[in-house]
């Protein structure tokens, strides 16, 4: 459940960034456009200065059928913050991470402490669940905002090459048609 | 305090000079002088003195420099996926990699 008047905002946020940034309210926002615009580095493995082959090869083994197991770190380290994307996986898979991972900086949650060991990071107990609620329902909006939904709907889009403009996954698309009722309001 | 850090510098700047020597360019007594010099907590004003005839910045003393930047890390992992410990080792080497990185970019470290 959240806080009241939170969804409200996240729509607000959504429209005033894309304004922000000279774009309508309706069109797609690239992730990465908008951590330039907050301040945010975002990397990929292949940038870090120093790691080697081997931790690479690890780090982005994909088969295909056993993607690599994480999907993205952020560093806040004094006033500069960095994510690190999986880039093994999907671009539409990234834009979906980073979105997520700008929605808990934008949102100030609290991350976790690192304890690095010689066996490895030791990672703390999970993210709190509420924050991670907030953060989906924040990437959501900016992936794809009412208005945008609305506008997909009233133009008859086809909703693969709609997920495809927004780089969204179908389920992301068919997901906030139904939390914000779009879907309800406008059938083809 | 790091007391002994100061203990310790104040007699390599005094090296072959007398307590009473040194005390008198520091400006203090040489009986507070030879307290300090057997670590014992000097006042404030004494302290300052000491650090100017040192010339250092009396923060080293103070562990004021011994803070570094922690980093907050956030890990998000695959939705139910086990991590194995050798991606564990990787995403640390990664990570420490990556502050090092930025503090060196921004000049962080000292």
């Known amino acids: 459940m959240f806080k009241r008047g939170f969804k409200s905002w996240c729509e607000r946020f959504a429209t005033d960034k894309r304004q922000e940034l ?23 493995p ?24 994480w999907s993205a770190v952020t560093l806040i380290v004094e006033d500069i913050k960095l994510v690190i994307l999986n880039s093994s996986h999907s671009l539409g898979r990234q834009s979906s991470d980073l979105m997520h991972e700008l929605s808990h900086l934008i949102l100030d ?48 889009l086809d909703l693969t090459i709609a997920a495809s403009d927004f780089r969204v996954s179908m389920s992301m698309l068919k997901y906030r048609m139904s939390m914000t009722g779009v879907a309800r309001q406008y059938t083809y | 305090m790091n007391i002994e850090l100061l203990a310790e510098n104040i007699l390599r700047k ?17 009986a507070t002088l030879s307290r300090v010099e057997n670590k014992k907590v000097p006042d404030l004003d004494t302290f300052s003195k000491i650090c100017a005839w040192l010339g250092e910045d009396p923060s080293i003393y103070l562990g004021l420099t011994e803070i570094k930047p922690t ?16 991606s564990a080792k990787a995403l ?5 990699l990556a502050q090092k990185a930025i503090l060196t970019d921004n000049n962080i470290e000292g």
């Open chain 2, 14 to 30: 005094r090296s072959i000079k007398g307590v009473r020597e040194a005390a008198k360019e520091i400006g203090v007594s040489s």
């Open chain 2, 71 to 86: 980093p907050r890390v956030r890990v998000h992992f695959k939705k139910e996926s086990a991590i194995t410990p050798a």
């Open chain 2, 92 to 96: 640390s080497e990664m990570i420490l």
């Open chain 1, 46 to 69: 292949h940038d870090v200065p120093g790691l080697t082959q081997e931790h690479l090869n690890i780090l982005l083994h994909n088969d295909g059928k056993t993607a690599s197991d």
């Open chain 1, 109 to 156: 949650h609290q991350s976790q402490e690192m304890n690095a060991s010689s066996e490895g990071v030791l990672m703390l107990s999970a993210y709190e669940k509420d924050q991670e609620d907030e953060a989906d329902w924040l990437s959501g909006c900016l992936l794809l905002p009412r208005e945008a939904l609305v506008s997909i709907m009233k133009q008859r």
């Open chain 1, 22 to 44: 000279g774009l309508s309210s309706s069109d797609p926002l690239d992730a990465r456009l908008l951590a330039e615009n907050l301040g945010i580095k975002v990397w990929t």
